[in-house]
């Protein structure tokens, strides 16, 4: 039903435009008081890089944030990377992310870009702490943040915006009408715009998510997608549909596609019951993480990697690494 009222194909918008305005002003004006010095904002001692969104829901920023990692590594960078930490509840923040962090603690993207990458993870609800917490315990060069594009308490030095190249921006309207949390001009001020499938435009960069082979939860033998049988499909991320969409482009068809909200805390017996003893449960690599402390031998994930292209995408990360000199440049006659 939302997808309906977001993209306009449902009346029922009409009848949440009022709140639209509301959030819209609400926003506005927040992101002014930080503009006018109203409210103050933390400049950290490292280049920050904000990964980004306008709409609600997955746009693929997680997938992102490991590609750029994985990119500036290979660069000669240290990148650290913050997180907000959605959906997890430590008992302390900020919280450095290590091998013994659960999803629970941290929340399940942290999780997964650190296992995925290697690199320092922190959360907490207040950035700036988290920045503070992995410039005291590692040696980072700069900091990414996943999602924090509104979070303007943190000033930034670059800002890249993922968007849903199919869905777009719906109606165009702020929530709850449309799954706008900031209105499309804001892209006119960004570095970086990143379309995860559809058709990039002029100037942005093309992004698909490409699929590696599955893997098994509980031994972590791999096997071609095409291999299993009988499988029943499950998804707890921001947008199910792509998920289960990539299982039909590489030619396997689901007996099940069960969604569940972004973020789900799944039970070991909830999943138990979603098949037999014949059947292959299939789940995202960002659930995966969140379940493998109780998996059985018929539970698998399917990893995928973001493909960046476009004229666009070597300026973009040209001018993260520059910054990255520079700043190193004026830390170093600093401390002389």
Known sequence: MIERIWSGRSPLWLLLWPFSLLYGLVSGLIRLSYRRGWRRSWRAPLPVVVVGNLTAGGNGKTPVVIWLVQALQQRGLRPGV???????????????????????????????????????????????????????????????????????????DIEIVVIDGVRRFGNGWWLPAGPMRERADRLASVDGIIVNGGIANAGEIAMSLQPAQAMNMQSGARCALAELTHVVAVAGIGHPPRFFATLKQQGLTPEAEIAFADHHA?????????????QTLLMTEKDAVKCRAF??????????????????????????????????????????
């Open 266 to 278: 799944y039970s070991e017996a909830e999943l138990q019951a979603l098949t037999t003893a014949r």
């Open 82 to 156: 913050v997180s907000r930490g959605y959906g997890g509840k430590a008992e302390h923040y900020p919280l450095l992310v290590d091998h013994t962090t659960t999803a629970l603690q941290a929340g399940d993207e942290p999780v997964l870009i650190a296992q995925r990458t290697g690199v320092p993870v922190a959360v907490a609800p207040k950035r700036r702490e988290a920045v503070e917490a992995l410039i005291a315990h590692h040696p980072v060069d700069l900091i990414i943040t996943d999602d924090g594009l509104q979070h303007y308490a943190l000033q930034r």
């Open 295 to 336: 998996a059985r031998d018929n539970w698998w994930y399917l990893p995928v990697d973001a493909e960046l292209q476009g004229a666009a995408l070597e300026p973009l990360l040209m001018q993260i690494v520059q910054r990255c000199a520079e700043q190193s440049g004026a830390g170093n006659k600093r401390t002389q």
